[in-house]
Structures are given as C-alpha cells and as structure tokens.
C-alpha cells in the first residue's frame, strides 16, 4: 500500500510534536510568567496610588483567579465554547467527528476546538493559529499538547489560564482587561448578559456589533434553557459596550510620582509585580483634593497649576507628591515638584542662617530697610520691597519673618553671592551656576530650583542642618545615621545653633506681623516655622516650612510660566501649606525643638524704641542687651537725591504714550523741593517727570532755598509721538 506522505518527514513531525508536547509549562509557570500590560504603584501600607501602562502591543489586566470571575462568565464561556469541558480529556472527539462530517457533507457545524486545545495554542508560540489559520502539523501540535495540558492540570486551572489569556477584541486579552473596558467592572461583578457579550467575542473578536450580539443572544438561550432574552435590547447594550474604553492607560491620584518611581525602581521590582512606594494614599488623596479646590477659588486670577510636596523630617521619605493640578491645568503632564523654578524670598532662611553662623549678624542685629543702590559690573543694582515702602531700621528677626528685600541684600553683601551659592549647594539645591552669575538678586531667588530640591532644604534646617537625601521608594537596606556628610568629615550643612535660630524665628507670630499681620494664614495652633515666596512679575508663588515631623512645600503658578494676577505670599500657596500642615497635625502634637549647645538666651532692648524689648537667642559670644546706631549714625543724614543716579541715561520710544514714559525722583530727608534745568518743578521726597530729550540737571532744594544734591541726565529720542490727524 503506498504511503501518503515520505517516511522522513513523517519522523520529523512525529519528533517536533514529540517535542512540543514535552515543553508544556506547569500551571505555576505560567501564572508565574503572565504580565500584566499595566503596572499598580503603591502606598506604604499596599494601597493603590497609580495604574500605568507599561506594554502597548496588548492590553492584559491582572491575573484574575477563578473565585473571582462570576459564575455567569464561567458557565457562558463553556456552553460558547466548549460544553463537554468537564468530560473529555483534552480533545472532544464527537465535536472532532461532527466537524468531519459536517465538512464533508458541507454543512455549518460547530468547531472541534477545545478550551484546553485553545489554551495549548496560547501556551505555545508553535502552535499559534496564524492569519490562514493552523496547518496540519499545528494541529497534531495542538492535540498532543492539549491531552499533555489535561494530565497534568487540573479543570479549573485550565479554564483559569484560559479566561486569563484568551484574546478578546483589539488589543484586549484576558478577562480582567476584558471587564475593565467594555463593562467598566471587575471579573466578578459580570451578570449573564454582560458575560453572553464576553463570550461571543471569544468567537468573533473582531465582529461587528450585530453580528456579536446576536452571537450572544445564542449564548443566553443556552445559559437559560426556555427563556426568551431581549434580542434587540441586547443588540443596543452590545453596540454600546464595543465603543465604551473605561480602562483609561493611566488612572489614579498620583501620576508623576508613579511614572518616577518606575523609572528608578529595580527591574526586579516590576517583574514581580506592583511597585511600592513612601507615600501615604490618604494624605496624597488629600492634598491633591486640597490644591484643586484652592486652584478653584483663584479663578480670574490666571492661575491654573500647582504642586506639593510632603517630607518626613526623620527619614527623608516622600509622603505625598502631587505634581500637577491635573484636570485644571493645560500641562497637565509636566512635574512641578522637579520643575525648576524661580524661588523667590524663600531662600533668605540660609541666607541669614550663613550669617549668623559666620557671627556677621544676630536675630537681634539691626539692618537698614531703605533705599540702595548697590554698584555691580552690569551697574546699579536698586533692590525694592515687596510693597515698595521702607520700614527703616529692623532687626534681623523683623527682617526675616516680613520678609523685606532690601535688608536681604544688604546681608548678601556682607556674605557676598559666591558664598551664598555655596551654602546652597550644601543643602542639595543644584544651581545652575555660580553665585557671581547670578549676583546680589540671588538673595532674593533668582536662582531656579525644584520644589522637591527646596523642600528638602528646610527639611535640612528642620534637622539642626543635618542633610539627607529625599526618598520615595523604600529602603532595602537600614537609612544612614542623621548625617551622612559628618561622616565623611564635612559636617553640618547649616550650623545648627544657626538653623535653630532662624526656625525660632520663622515661628514668630508676632516677627511676621509687619507684613503678614498677627491673624495670618501662616499661623498655626501647634508649633511650625514656615517662609512664602513671590519670583519676579508673580510668576511663581512658594510656601514652604516645617512642623516639628513633616516638612511641606507648596507651589502655586502656571507650567507655562505666565505671570498670576494679584497673588500673594498668604492668598497663593500659602492656605494650601496650611490646610496641609493642620490635617497631618490633627492628632498629632507639633512642639517647639529644644535648642542646641552653644546658644544662650538673653533679654534685649532697642535704642530709640526701633523694636520692643524681648528675650532673644545668640550663639555664645555673640549677645549683647543694648542695639543701637552709633552717635554718629543718629545724627540725621542729610538730604540726598537716592534715585535716578547721577549720570542717568533715559531712551523715550515715541510709540510708547507719554504717561507710561515719566521718571520717578525719590530723595530722603524733609521739607524738599524739586528744580529741574533751575526751575521749580516738585515737592516732596518723590515725584514723576515727563522726560524731554536733551541734558538735564535735577537738583534738590531744602527748606531753607540751599541746594542740597543734584544729579545730571540725558534724555534721548525723538520726543513722544504727536497723535496722528
């Protein structure tokens, strides 16, 4: 009798399905393999923070066990797909024969196809139908493997491994993405309806909404054996579900911490599942409700983001990371918590606290809030407070906790901005350049810096000037001790009887009042210094600060770096700094540190009654009771003209209206008047001129006729512009 096919080949398939069969993975294997396309980012205690997408060619949810897929899908999946599941040993061969018969009578029969043959065709890449579907040898392939697959599983752990890898529709595989998607649930909520629609997909993936449902009316006739299902409204549910995508690619409350944390966390962590975090999902889902609904009511204030950090003083973990406002904001996607930014005055802490340690100044040292011109190589440098008046002499606690420019600066001179930029970099705020590029305006933040950077700054005065880098993935090995620099021999990145002071300081209520007021928002019923910023034209607004375990930092402004309207120190970030701080401090007690060795408390007055008399701190060797100017200094300056300066050279542009163009005077002493070219002109220590080309000289004019100060211009252009006829 002749053979129907050479005797070689046929040992080489009967030896390649041999081997096929051999391979078949045990069920522990293969639920150990599975990946979901999505990885879940966790809190500290397990909790769900943020669902990402981690592979974009298909669209697996987790591992679905089969407890916890409704009975409904169970048994619809069978009935669809293979009724004698339960009875045959991994190949039904009556549905083998009816097929047989069916094709050669060329009648319609139902497939010979088995769930588990459908699963050893899943479990193989072999033995995957292809586009012209299996040639003969898959199929052998396909059958040996599937009885191999019944020896050594049990049912349920085949239909598990089935409803988990099946292909459903597009790129949705598994019954977890399945549901997530089209029906918005979890496996285990499925009714029979919803489980008929699951069913027919497996059929048809790729069907038209008709054809699925009525493919699934079949399926809920065998479910319920007499009853009459609703064709047609079944028809209108599928048509709806096919078009429904509830399984967002990410979802969840924390969206720029989680993308972070799978960037640096292990490979190893992700392969083995969810990433855990540092975070609390509480206090995260908290502050981000609390930053919307504040963004909210500073609506018409062209505001739209903001974000927030919270530290644990201690260890240096990260415990809510809220990068974007989300919704409200037009860039959504970009981090404020690394996105470099200007500071503003929120950088004047380590400065003074600098100072204090280099013994340059005391809380108590008296400073000159008045007007200053400060020559650099790119001319003068002419620092103006935030409301432009002046307060005269302060001390430096005043100056610090109301937050005034001008003692600022005059501070940086003493310190000079190369220092300073070092003091920076100590406590892990990564300048860009050095302190001679950005020059005095460094005191007054124009440096950029992150908000996680800055943070972690005054979470490093919140530790008597222990630096530690933050963290938001958990340890793997115990934290170093407090201080990892000292134990390399640098020390301290602040001295820390300096950082005591200058928290002391940021706690006063009553320091803080001639700018903020004695009922101001910084101020909390438990113990908590805290700085705000403003950047130049209000392009960003900072609150940052520190309780006794946490520190906050908050950032209010837009990604774009538009310019806010009419936002301030306290209506910016500062109700969310706040509103933050009193919910980790609910039942928790905040208590004023103790001080280091080396300080000293002493009681202190001021001459000319500049300040009231108060008890102060000093680091030994620097207190004294008395404050005061020298005699000389008392005596009364006399007059002087502190702005323009001398030699002043004004450009008019001719399009620009001429009310926009005027020069501001400003002088100091009284009773004086203004001349310009010899000519009256004003009164007062400050007036506006409407500038006309040519040389000009303004003098400045006592009480008496004298003239005290002059200053020389020239004013160049065209004249202003006449209106058009």
Same mark, same amino acid.
């Given at each position: ?28 294997? /293969? ?63 009556r ?15 139902r ?28 199929k ?11 020896r050594h ?17 597009g790129?949705?595989?598994g ?9 918005g ?7 029979a ?8 997909? /497996?059929?048809?993936?790729?069907a ?8 699934? =009316? ?12 609703? =064709?047609? !409204? ?65 609506r ?32 959504a ?8 930014r200007?500071p ?38 002419i ?22 420019n ?14 300073? !930029? ?24 124009? !440096? ?24 938001f ?6 934290p ?34 001639r ?37 906050v ?27 933050l ?103 007062g ?33 065209a004249?202003?512009k006449?209106?058009?006829?």
């Amino acid at each position: 009798m002749p053979r129907t096919q050479p005797l070689p080949l046929a040992l080489f398939l009967s030896a390649m399905l041999a081997g096929a069969a051999q391979a078949t993975p045990a069920f522990e294997q /293969v639920r150990r393999d599975y990946r979901p396309s999505d990885v879940e980012v966790l809190d500290r205690d397990g909790d769900p923070l943020q669902r990402l997408r981690i592979d974009s060619t298909a669209r697996r949810g987790r591992w679905t066990t089969l407890p916890e897929i409704s009975s409904a899908l169970r048994t619809a999946m069978v009935l669809s797909e293979d009724r004698r599941f339960y009875e045959h040993s991994g190949v039904d061969w009556r549905a083998v024969s009816a097929a047989a018969w069916g094709n050669l009578w060329n009648t319609r029969t139902r497939g010979a196809s088995t769930i588990t043959m459908q699963l050893a065709g899943l479990l193989d890449e072999d033995l995957r139908r292809g586009s012209g579907g299996r040639d003969l040898a898959q199929k052998f392939g396909q059958t040996l493997a599937a009885q191999r697959l019944e020896r050594h599983w049990r049912k349920d752990q085949i239909l598990e491994a089935y409803l988990n890898t099946v292909p459903f529709r597009g790129e949705l595989v598994g019954i977890d993405a399945l549901s997530r998607t089209l029906f918005g649930k979890a496996p285990h909520g499925l009714d029979a309806r919803e489980a008929a629609v699951a069913a027919a997909l /497996v059929r048809a993936p790729n069907a038209k909404p008709a054809l699925v449902a009525q493919r699934a =009316c079949e399926v809920l006739r065998a479910m319920e054996p007499g009853a009459r299902p609703d =064709c047609a !409204a079944l028809d209108m549910f599928a048509s709806a579900a096919l078009q429904r995508r509830a399984f967002e690619p990410s979802e969840g409350i924390a969206p720029h911490l989680a993308r972070r944390a799978l960037k640096e966390a292990a490979p190893s962590t992700t392969d083995d599942g969810p990433i855990r975090t540092t975070l609390r999902a509480p206090l995260q889902r908290f502050a981000l409700t609390a930053l919307q609904r504040h963004l909210r009511e500073l609506r018409g204030r062209n505001v739209e983001d903001g974000a927030l950090v919270v530290l644990d003083n201690a260890s240096g973990e990260v415990l809510a990371w809220v990068g974007s406002s989300g919704v409200l904001s037009r860039a959504a996607e970009v981090d404020g918590v690394l996105a470099p930014r200007q500071p503003g005055s929120t950088l004047k802490p380590f400065l003074y606290a600098q100072a204090i340690a280099e013994r340059r100044l005391t809380a108590a040292s008296l400073l000159d809030d008045s007007s200053a011109q400060i020559s650099t190589a790119g001319g003068l440098y002419i620092p103006q407070n935030y409301d432009r008046q002046f307060k005269g002499l302060v001390s430096v606690r005043t100056a610090l906790a109301a937050s005034l420019n001008v003692p600022a600066v005059r501070t940086l001179v003493m310190v000079s901005p190369d220092a300073f !930029a070092r003091q920076l970099r100590a406590t892990g705020l990564a300048l860009g350049q050095n302190g001679d590029y950005y020059g005095y305006s460094l005191a007054l933040g124009s !440096a950029e810096v992150s908000l996680l950077g800055l943070a972690n700054a005054y979470r490093t005065m919140a530790n008597g000037g222990r630096f530690g880098e933050p963290r938001f993935l958990p340890a793997r090995e115990p934290p170093p001790r407090p201080s990892a620099k000292e134990d390399r021999g640098i020390g301290p990145a602040i001295d820390p009887r300096a950082a005591f002071i200058v928290g002391d300081i940021l706690s006063d209520a009553n320091a803080r009042a001639r700018t903020f007021g004695l009922d101001s928002v910084l101020g909390t019923r438990f113990w908590s210094a805290v700085k705000t910023g403003t950047s130049k034209d209000m392009r960003d607004n900072w609150a940052v600060g520190w309780s006794a375990r946490y520190t906050v930092g908050v950032w209010v402004g837009n990604a774009s770096g538009a310019p806010m309207w009419d936002v301030s120190g306290t209506s910016g970030a500062a109700p969310v700094w706040a509103e933050l701080m009193g919910f980790l401090h609910r039942r928790e007690a905040s208590r004023a540190p103790a001080p280091p060795p080396g300080l000293v408390r002493r009681r202190v007055r001021f001459g000319d009654e500049l300040e009231a008399a108060r008890d102060e701190w000093f680091i030994a060797g620097t207190e004294q009771a008395l404050f005061e100017l020298p005699a000389a200094a008392r005596t009364e300056a006399a007059p002087r003209i502190t702005a323009p300066a001398d030699g002043t050279i004004i450009a008019l542009d001719p399009d620009i209206p001429p009310r926009h163009q005027r020069v501001r005077f400003e002088a100091e002493g009284r009773n004086l008047h203004w001349h310009i070219d010899g000519k009256p002109f004003a009164q007062g220590a400050s007036a506006q001129w409407l500038p006309w080309p040519g040389r000009h000289v303004v003098e400045l004019v006592d009480a008496h006729g004298k003239v005290v100060d002059h200053v020389r211009l020239e004013v160049r252009g065209a004249g202003i512009k006449r209106a058009a006829r």
